[in-house]
């Protein structure tokens, strides 16, 4: 049975330097203490750090990469996720990760982070991506 954690630096805002930002490397500890096999973290800011930090001490568990961001409008290009995917692969075998968004598209109450039709336009560009990714893995 696989278990995880998902960790979400904040959905409430859509403007990027009022959110959490900075590496891993303190919760480091706390991961490695948790008893689970996947770790879904958002990576597809610059506000999350380097993904060697995680990658270097947690290359034993699965990672959920954060690969497109939900409070953008614009979606990532299927070659930009690609791109960041080959970054996490030094670290995870292919069998180890799995293409995410960013903390999801939640809603808060009546106020939905992003439209509907970005969220499809990012979703289809992550499924485009995870498609290339699998055909070269296969």
Known sequence: MRTGVHVCRGNWSRQEDVLLTGDYHALLPAFR???????????????????RIV?????????GLGCVNPRTDVAESP???????EEALRYYRPDQLFLNPDCGFGCFAN??????????????????????????FA
């Open 55 to 63: 990658g270097e001490a947690l290359h034993d568990r699965e990672l």
């Open 79 to 85: 070659a930009a996720i690609v791109a960041r995917a």
């Open 111 to 136: 106020r939905c982070v992003n439209e509907e039709s970005h969220a499809v336009a990012k979703l289809r560009a992550m499924v485009a991506a995870a498609r290339e990714l699998r055909d070269r």
């Open 33 to 51: 203490a948790m008893r689970v096999s996947q770790f879904v973290l958002e990576y597809a800011t610059p506000r999350a750090g380097e993904l």
